[in-house]
Nanobody
Framework: QVQLVESGGGLVQPGSSLRLSCAAS????????IGWFRQAPGKEREGVFC????????YYADSVKGRFTISRDNAKNTLYLQMNSLKPEDTAVYYC????????????????????WGQGTLVTVSS
């Protein structure tokens, strides 16, 4: 059974960069649709990015396009979220997740048939 562990969060100033990691164990990420989500205080969880199985499709939320970029290291079975030009509104707990299908609803990426969430990592953008 897949396990996901996020890391890399922290407190940064506006305009800064962070790279989040999502390390998978128990199976390979290639077998899943994968994604990043976030939940800001007092708000619902929202999709940031998703990628279909075998990178069949990818979606970024409009709010992060041009600032956030995905990469993966298959040898380490790890997914990364490079976040640049961070804004206070990016403050949230960031989660990675795997499932069966990556799709989009409006401009919001989502994973259908979710199978696993990580525990989350907190990103705080503040001066």
């Amino acid at each position: 059974q897949v396990q996901l562990v996020e890391s890399g969060g922290g407190l940064v100033q506006p305009g800064s960069s962070l790279r989040l990691s999502c390390a998978a164990s128990g199976t390979t990420l290639d077998a899943y649709a994968i994604g990043w989500f976030r939940q800001a205080p007092g708000k619902e969880r929202e999709g940031v990015f998703c990628m279909g199985v075998s990178e069949s499709n990818t979606y970024y939320a409009d709010s992060v396009k041009g600032r956030f970029t995905i990469s993966r290291d298959n040898a380490k079975n790890t997914l990364y979220l490079q976040m640049n030009s961070l804004k206070p509104e990016d403050t949230a707990v960031y989660y990675c997740a795997v499932g069966r299908e990556c799709t989009v609803l409006g401009d919001m990426p989502l994973i259908r048939h979710l199978e696993r969430w990580g525990q989350g990592t907190l990103v705080t953008v503040s001066s």
